[in-house]
């Protein structure tokens, strides 16, 4: 048979049948018919070793010339099929079913407490800056102003690894370091883990993590301390939250104080979370005790400075509601999955 | 420490209710933990921080308040008449050690009759929670509690010769003491002694032989001053502490020795009969010099932020015994005896910041402005995490310990022991943990152990352990999948790709402490190791009770952090389309898919873009001994359209290669 008329011939007969194509169904029957792999192009194609050498290469281009054309007239059939007819599907859509989610994964509490926490202070212009969890007795005490025979000392409990290298029990020793490698003016914070050996329980563990504050020039006062440490609680725990420091004692810090924040449970009013008294304790401030900066270097008449040490796990559970500072390492899913 | 309301304002006038009390008091320094009422009375029990001993007494706590109200303070009477006809002889007392005991004042009192005391004084005592003994006893804690001193009563009979010498213990000696337990001594210690043995551990605990009973008629009554780290140093190693140790660690005052002995001489003359016998006995070193210091007004105001009105200052530093000498801005103190706390002028500008009150000192928060980014590593962490939880891992926060019996907490990284810790007591009972995997795979078990599917998991954290014989901690991220090795290769594959990192790694097949044996490899980028990941091996999955796939990785996150490159810039992209084609290859078993991989590319032109592996099927179809590895190759020209000529003859190259080379036949 005339390759030529039998393309021209099966041209005509698909151009009508795709037209008169009124389902996907039907279409996808044209297009086995014609196109797929037992279709008709194929079987021009097999008829070709028929043809005369000559005409070979001409009746080939004729036949992936129609296998083109077909192919870009079911494409388009298929378009205008998709978008005038309203797809009618066997089964009807349950539109209350839940959707299908996917699994989201969980951000720990703590660590969006810590990221917060940083944020407020990038945002008061505090520079972010760590230390090693495995510090040098020096750092930890003597740097401190903590002599390591003296009742102080009873405070600062902390683990041994070897002689003279212990786990840090607060994230102080990170003012030293930082006070040694650079020089005043500064603004830093230094998060991190701090390991004291505390009898666990629903409010201690002895892992837990710290964020302390230094801030070292020639006019810091304790009234910039006071003031940076209400903009902290009240970006953290609200507009209302009021701030208070009473006088305590620490070896690093003179004068040195104990920060309490008006109880975020009852707003002050007194409640059993708050021992009735309307305030909670949050951590130690203090203005850098000048023996401090002369271990570190710097002039303790020219400059002086704050310091301060927040809880992260218990400013987590103040903010959350958590309870049990054991469920922050225990990563329960139905614990992890409420943040 | 406890104090009571009503016994307080027999030194001081208190125009408080208790509640009002605690409340001054929590705003002093003097944190209040609780209120009782304790018969007649009621019971405050404060915190005072270490650096106020000064305050460990009723007569020290109504000083404070004296001060800071106003108010007068009322002493007590401590005259004493002795008896110089008593016939008693005088008591012999040599200080041996005058570093250790500077002071040491005995008095003898005959003609004590031991009694219970007066309801007066039993009253006073449960009012502080101390259980009344007798007479005697009662009066010396009584006189502790009321200023400080702690006092020690002999039964002089029961002193050989009636002596007291004050010395270093001897090599070997030991005491049974009032608490009935028997106490090894060393030269180190401080003991009271008799002529012959020591009576007591010097400031800490009495001897039981030379205990007051029923009997005891004459007495010795001690009053002393230790040495604050010597005791401190003997009450550790003997592992006995009192009331009393507590007060001379803290350093007592140098007048009050005197003080105490006298009223308590008074009180025991008046309540148990008893009669002074001749003056009171002395030895020790010369009374310490005065301390002074000098301050400034205005570094009190440059320190504190406020103005301060220097008569104001002035005014309070008479009143709190400071005897400013000096005018206008500068000025000399001389340091009250009983406060060890002060001796510098910065101590000083905490007092007037107390005299202030703290909640006086009104807040700035204007401070300079300053320009202040996230730090790199920072801003490394954030978006490793955020990515890590886009794919849906969960971040946990696991502890630093690693349990005694995980000892397949071992580091990765080094081949050393893990770090023990020592705690205060001297045990070792925790480890520091060498890897994170363990402590995730432990948190699968505790969620598996609900029911519960935790699913996959990160946490960026550090590992401890020894790195040529020195303690060492680094940052790392460790990774859990329960999709496998593919899944665990997929997250750290992310994670390089995020940090442009891609380019120079590789996954080195390595065998792995913890991974099942061919099923892990060292992550390197370069020459440098910075991970590690792997099937979880059977034993360990064993030992968590983990069932089912999961895979992990650690990863150095301080070497990745250096060598990230996170600055983005835009690249533009080819227009043209691409042209894909599929390819099933059927190849023996042995060969991989870098060698595939690398056949294909070895052979392909620039226009060959992209390689991606989609199946793996091994079965019925393919011969045993091969499997039919199918993948995609994606060709794109950024300058033309590529003609399909031009694929279909890197295609037919690509073939012949796979064919020629790995043996590879194409699937049909």
């Given amino acids: 048979m005339d390759i030529v008329s039998s393309v021209n011939g099966a041209r005509e007969r698909a151009r009508a049948e795709i037209q008169a194509c009124a389902t996907k169904e039907r279409l996808e029957e044209i297009r086995v018919a014609y196109v797929g792999r037992k279709g008709l192009i194929r079987d021009l194609f097999t008829q070709l070793g028929q043809v005369d050498p000559a005409e070979k290469g001409q009746a080939g281009a004729l036949i992936n010339g129609l296998k083109d054309e077909l192919a870009a007239l079911i494409d388009a059939r298929a378009r205008s099929l998709a978008t005038s007819t309203p797809t009618k599907t066997t089964s009807s859509l349950d539109l209350t079913l839940p959707g299908r989610r996917r699994r989201r994964g969980r951000r720990h509490p703590l660590y969006q407490t810590l990221d917060e926490m940083k944020d407020i202070f990038l945002q008061l212009g505090f520079e972010i800056v760590y230390g090693p969890e495995i510090e040098t007795e020096f750092n930890n005490f003597e740097a401190l102003n903590i002599p390591l025979n003296h009742p102080s000392r009873d405070a600062f409990d902390t683990f041994y690894v070897e002689k003279g290298i212990l786990l840090r029990s607060h994230t102080s020793p990170v003012q030293i370091r930082t006070m040694m490698a650079r020089k005043p003016p500064l603004r830093i914070v230094a998060p991190g883990r701090v390991f004291r050996p505390d009898t666990p329980d629903a409010g201690h563990s002895p892992m837990f993590t710290q964020m302390e504050g230094l801030m070292v020039g020639e006019e810091i006062t304790f009234a910039h301390l006071k003031g940076v440490l209400e903009v902290f609680f009240q970006k953290t725990f609200g507009e209302g939250t009021k701030m208070r420091l009473r006088p305590s004692f620490f070896p690093f810090t003179e004068p040195s104080a104990e920060m309490d924040i008006s109880c975020v449970i009852c707003g002050g009013k007194g409640c059993s979370a708050c021992k009735v008294s309307g305030w909670m304790e949050i951590g130690g401030a203090g203005m850098v005790h000048p023996k401090v900066f002369e271990n570190v270097g710097y002039d303790p008449e020219q400059y002086t400075g704050f310091a301060f040490g927040l809880g992260v796990d218990r400013i987590a559970m103040l903010k959350y509601g958590i309870t049990d500072i054991r469920l922050l390492t225990e990563n329960h899913l139905r614990f992890l999955s409420q943040f | ?668």
């Fill in chain 2, 1 to 668: 420490m406890k104090v009571a309301w009503r016994w307080l304002q027999e030194y001081v006038r208190i125009d408080m209710t208790p509640e009002e009390l605690a409340k001054f008091l929590t705003m002093s320094g003097f944190a209040v933990e609780s209120i009782q009422p304790a018969g007649d009375d009621v019971c405050i029990d404060i915190d005072v921080t270490s650096n106020r001993a000064d305050v460990l007494c009723i007569i020290g706590l109504a000083r404070e308040i004296a001060v800071l109200t106003g108010a007068p303070l009322k002493m007590p009477s401590t005259t004493v008449k002795p008896d110089r006809k008593s016939g008693e002889s005088p008591l012999s007392l040599v200080v041996r050690d005058q570093r250790l005991c500077p002071r040491y004042i005995g008095r003898v009192l005959t003609n004590v009759k031991i009694a219970p005391s007066p309801s007066w004084l039993k009253a006073r005592l449960e009012s502080v929670a101390i259980r009344p003994v007798n007479n005697v006893v009662d009066i010396t804690n009584f006189v502790l509690m009321e200023c400080g001193q702690p006092l020690h009563a002999f039964d002089r009979t029961l002193l050989r010769e009636g002596a007291i010498v004050v010395r270093r213990a001897q090599e070997g000696e030991k005491i049974v003491a009032i608490d009935g337990k028997t106490y090894q001594l060393t030269p180190d210690m401080l003991v009271i002694a008799d002529a012959v043995r020591p009576v007591a551990v010097a400031g800490i605990m009495g001897g039981k032989e030379s205990e007051i009973n029923e009997r005891t008629t004459t007495i010795v009554l001690e009053s002393a001053f230790f040495d604050p780290a010597n005791i401190r140093t003997t009450s550790k190693q003997l592992s006995l502490a009192s009331d009393s140790s507590y007060r001379f660690e803290r350093g007592v005052s140098w007048e009050g020795v005197a003080w105490a002995s006298a009223r308590a001489a008074r009180l025991i003359g008046e309540i148990a009969g008893g009669r002074i016998s001749g003056e009171a006995v002395e030895d020790g070193a010369s009374p310490p010099k005065p301390v002074t210091t000098s301050m400034r007004i205005s570094r009190a105001s440059k320190v504190l932020g406020i103005e301060l009105k220097g008569t104001d200052v002035v005014k309070m530093m008479r009143k709190a015994g400071f005897a400013p000498r000096g005018k206008g801005d500068r000025w000399n103190l001389t340091v009250p005896e009983w406060r060890r706390d002060i001796r510098t002028e910065i101590d000083v500008v905490e007092e007037i910041a107390r005299w202030r009150g703290y909640d006086n000192i009104p807040s700035d928060c204007a401070l300079p402005m300053v320009p202040v980014l996230l730090n790199r590593v920072d801003r490394i962490e954030r978006m490793v995490k955020e990515m890590l939880l886009s794919l849906g891992y969960s971040e946990a926060m696991t502890s630093s310990f690693a349990e005694e019996q995980e000892v397949r907490n071992c580091s990765l990284w080094s081949g050393e022991p893990m770090l023990e810790l020592r705690s205060p007591d001297g045990r070792i009972d925790k480890r520091l943990r060498g890897s994170l995997l363990p402590c995730l795979y432990h948190i699968v078990r505790i969620n598996e152990g609900y029911q519960e599917d935790i699913g996959d998991l990160f946490e960026i954290a550090s590992v401890y352990y020894r790195s040529d014989g020195r303690p060492t901690e680094k940052k790392c991220l460790g990774v859990v999948s329960r999709e496998g090795f593919s899944g665990a290769k997929g997250a750290v594959e992310e994670l390089l790709a995020l940090l442009g990192l891609s380019g120079g790694a590789t996954f080195i097949p390595r065998d792995v402490v913890g991974f099942r044996p061919g099923a892990s490899v060292a992550v390197a980028i370069g020459d440098t190791t910075v991970g590690f990941l792997g099937e979880v091996s059977d034993d360990v999955k064993i030992f968590y009770d983990i069932r089912g796939t999961i895979a992990a990785a650690e990863i150095d996150m301080e070497a990745v952090e250096s060598l990230a490159a996170i600055d983005r810039k835009f690249h533009m992209f080819s227009r043209f389309p691409p042209m894909r084609r599929d390819v099933a290859l059927v190849v023996d078993e042995k060969v991989v898919w870098a060698e595939i991989e690398a056949c294909v590319r070895e052979v392909s032109p620039d226009f060959l873009r992209e390689i991606a592996f989609f199946d793996l099927y091994r079965g019925e179809k393919i011969a045993a001994g091969k499997k039919s590895v199918a993948f995609s190759l994606t060709f794109r020209s950024s300058e033309r359209t590529l003609a399909k000529v031009e694929v279909d003859e890197a295609m037919k190259a690509v073939v012949a290669a796979l064919k020629d080379k790995l043996g590879g036949t194409l699937r049909t």
